[in-house]
């Protein structure tokens, strides 16, 4: 009798397209993969809205849910409203203490509604926020991962990180954080998983130690 397929679903980071997980495999007898896009928000849509939004992309029943950075916040939404086998947020944030102070000045002075987004065409203004680093560290690997340059969704995002409203960490969600993630350099704090040597970009470069643990995660 052939054996049961787990779907698994895997979400971005901010302004990152899908193909960040194009060296994520997993034993295809066991796992299909599905890759999620960022849609464009409606301007004044909630989070919540937009993660129910985001569900009617998932047909399958009792999922694996992986998110990154932005999308890590996201799927903690998203699985409010879906049967989850295993949700995993990686290189993301458990709540929102775990903001950087910047981040959180940023939100007490509402000066995130003044942020030059529509440097939207520049790649580097993106890299900064998506990845931490700036263009110059890595310029072709952001050409081709940063593919969401709507001013819309990035007025939006940026707003819903700042604003996140989770106070405790998510008891079904298994964290996974680099140490040296500069994004959100206060995630390995409390229960996670802490990759040694993991930037905020470690699901590109450190592919190989997913793929060996994901499935014994899922399983476990």
Not at 152 to 163: A, G, P
């Given at each position: ?35 999620l896009e960022w849609q464009i928000p409606g301007k004044n849509e909630t989070l919540e809205e937009y993660a129910k939004r985001m569900c009617n992309f998932i047909t399958e029943d ?159």
């Open positions: 009798m052939a054996s049961e397929i787990t779907h698994v679903y895997l979400m971005p980071g901010m302004a990152a397209s899908p193909t960040i997980f194009e060296y994520i495999k997993l034993p295809e007898d066991k796992y299909k993969i599905h890759w009792n999922i694996v849910l992986l998110g990154v950075s932005f999308g890590g916040i996201l799927v903690q939404e998203m699985s409010k409203f879906l049967n989850i086998k295993k949700l995993f947020v990686v290189s993301s944030i458990k709540s929102r203490h775990e903001l950087p102070k910047r981040f959180k000045l940023l939100k007490i002075t509402k000066a995130y509604k003044i942020l030059p987004t529509q440097l939207v065409g520049n790649v580097d203004f993106l890299a900064k926020y998506a990845f931490g680093e700036t263009i110059k560290k890595r310029v072709d690997l952001y050409k081709k991962y940063l593919s969401v340059n709507d001013k819309v969704y990035l007025d939006w995002s940026i707003k819903q990180v700042l604003c996140w409203s989770q106070d405790e960490p998510n008891p079904n969600a298994i964290y996974i954080n680099g140490d040296n993630d500069s994004v959100f350099p206060h995630s390995c704090v409390g229960d996670c998983i802490v990759i040694k040597g993991g930037t905020h970009i470690m699901i590109i470069n450190k592919y190989k130690w997913f793929n060996e643990n994901l499935p014994k995660l899922i399983e476990s």
